[in-house]
């Protein structure tokens, strides 16, 4: 089970931090994925981090989003900085083997 936290209103160019807690281990799993549906639009890939850490970002977002992972806490974070109203989405977190958040919300505007 994966639950995200952590979204909210922001006004352009603010950040925020998105958590996605498991409810086990991650420490074996071979890469944890970040998603956003943006209302009217299919789900999009945002980034992905592996078991050794390595990371990968959509274009959209690269320069201003870092994923990052706490395997001791078995959580995945999203970092969100300069944040645009295109970013407004509900953002999910995602595993290998299918699981999906419940999502939360991030809406960016003044």
């Known amino acids: 089970q994966l639950v995200e936290s952590g979204g909210g209103l922001v006004q352009p160019g603010g950040s925020l931090r998105l958590s996605c807690a498991a409810s086990?281990?991650?420490?074996?799993?071979?890469?944890m994925y970040w998603y956003r549906q943006a209302p009217g639009k299919q789900r999009e890939w945002v980034a992905t981090?592996?078991?050794?850490?390595?990371?990968n970002y959509a274009a959209s977002v690269k320069t201003r989003f870092t994923i990052s992972r706490d395997n001791a806490k078995n959580t995945v974070y999203l970092q969100m900085n300069s944040l645009k109203p295109e970013d407004t989405a509900v953002y999910y977190c995602?595993?290998?083997?299918?699981?999906w958040g419940q999502g939360t919300q991030v809406t960016v505007s003044s």
């Open positions: 995602n595993d290998p083997l299918g699981n």
């Open positions: 086990g281990s991650i420490s074996s799993i071979s890469a």
């Open positions: 981090i592996t078991r050794g850490g390595v990371t």
